[in-house]
């Protein structure tokens, strides 16, 4: 098999790092001990090459991004005491509770920008008062005021929930929202799958394997889904490839997956982060690249693997542009999941900011809509692409 993946092997210098390497060339199917040395390796540089290569591949030099708004309705959340890397729920009395009305939802939807929001993306808590009916209200009320607006929402845990507390099928629940206007569902709530990590950070959310099945089940319902994996805690090298292996299997069986997303754990404010002791302190940016570069290289049938400025910054995010990365999550209006838990980057970045980001990487910036379809290109419009000096 060739890949048309090319790069010249001298940029990669650690010697372990030479038989996936070929692989990599050949096309061949990365194995899980491949996967594994990809994170062991020093060779931050060498592992870059190959990701790029592997990206380019696929997606030559265009960059893409969507301009998006988050809403997060509730915080109120069942599982606020074991999910304890989670710095954004509440129980229902405490303090900072809130649960959005309609009318409130119908509010923050209005902040939006007619000419460039084109994607609303909907979570939160898992909350007994936010039941099948209290989203499909949200939604079909969303299309009629918003109908360009494409509606990226409930993680496949929320959706268990609402299942749960309405006694129907995970099916019948989708089926339901989908005839509300849901179009497409984020990847959130994955974490990591290892049965054991989970016992550690999420004991009592839904397992990996039920996961993979709601996104299974909405794949097979033409609902189509991102993935994500949470990084940065007490989850070894190998628990990350399998959950990638998890991933990558779901994908051979449905193509449904759009994108993958991974995610990196932010210690303020959670009971994880001081029993980690890691208060204050962030992923470093060579993981926050490494985790980009190993799910483009290992996850070899996604097209798409996406960088989250809010949680790497821009800077490693416009750097990821080199390490596999073709899509940066767009121009998030509002965001509070990472901003409680001790992000300190900005809640939204400007069309103009994030084209200028892109550019500023050498590559080429598009924006697309939530299938990935080009909208519009910035080619000759705004001059020549800025000088590397004058960038982000
Ligand atoms: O499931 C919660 C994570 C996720 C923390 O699909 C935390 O396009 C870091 O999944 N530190 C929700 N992460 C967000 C999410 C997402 C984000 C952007 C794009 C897409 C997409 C999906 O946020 C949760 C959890 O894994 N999270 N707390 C924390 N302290
Ligand atoms: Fe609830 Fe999600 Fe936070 Fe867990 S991560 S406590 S399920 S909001």
Redesign the pocket.
């Known amino acids: 098999m060739t890949s048309g993946v090319s790069f010249d092997r001298s940029r990669v210098s650690d010697p372990a790092l030479g038989p996936v390497a070929e692989k990599v060339i050949a096309g061949e199917r990365l194995s899980l001990a491949d996967g594994v040395t990809l994170f062991d390796t020093w060779d931050l540089l060498g592992l870059g090459a190959m990701a790029d290569a592997a990206n380019r591949a696929r997606n030559g030099d265009r960059v893409t991004f969507a301009a998006n708004q988050h809403i997060n309705p509730t915080n109120i959340c069942i599982l606020r005491k074991t999910c304890v890397?989670?710095?954004?729920a509440r129980l229902p009395k405490e303090e900072g509770a809130y649960h959005y009305t309609m009318d409130q939802v119908w509010e923050e939807a209005a902040r939006v920008d007619g000419d460039i929001t084109r994607e609303f993306?909907i979570?939160g808590g898992l909350d007994m008062h936010a039941g099948l009916a209290y989203y499909t209200e949200m939604f079909a009320g969303l299309k009629a005021r918003h109908p360009q607006v494409h509606v990226?929402a409930l993680?496949a845990v929320e959706i268990a929930h609402i299942a749960r507390i309405e006694k129907m099928s995970i099916r019948d629940v989708l089926i339901a929202l989908r005839e509300a206007g849901l179009d497409t569902m984020?990847?959130?709530?994955?974490?990591v799958f290892s049965p054991a990590v989970r016992a550690t950070i999420a004991d009592r959310k839904l397992s990996g394997e039920e996961y993979i099945d709601v996104h299974r089940t909405a794949h097979a319902l033409g609902i189509r889904s991102?993935c994500?994996m949470?990084y940065g805690h007490v989850e070894t090298h190998e628990d990350r490839v399998q959950h990638l292996t998890m991933l990558r299997d779901l994908q051979d069986e449905t193509g449904g997956y759009l994108?993958y997303?991974p995610?990196?754990?932010?210690?303020d404010n959670?009971e994880l982060g001081v029993e980690l002791g890691r208060t204050g302190t962030a992923t470093s940016g060579v993981d926050d690249l490494k985790n980009l570069a190993v799910g483009r290289l290992f996850l070899d049938n996604f097209q798409h693997v996406?960088s989250?400025w809010i949680?790497v910054t821009p800077a490693v995010s416009q750097m990821s542009l080199h390490f596999g990365v073709n899509d940066l999550?767009g121009t998030v209006v509002r965001e509070k999941?990472?901003h409680e838990?001790g992000a300190h980057t900005a809640q939204a970045m400007s069309l103009e900011e994030i084209v200028r980001l892109i550019r500023g990487a050498g590559k080429v910036p598009a924006e697309r809509d939530s299938f990935y379809n080009v909208l519009r290109t910035f080619d000759d419009a705004d001059g020549p692409p800025p000088s590397h000096a004058e960038a982000a």
């Open positions: 890397f989670c710095s954004y993306h979570v990226k993680t984020p990847g959130g709530g994955a974490e991102n994500t949470l994108a997303i995610l990196a754990y932010h210690p959670n996406k989250h949680m999550e999941i990472y838990a």
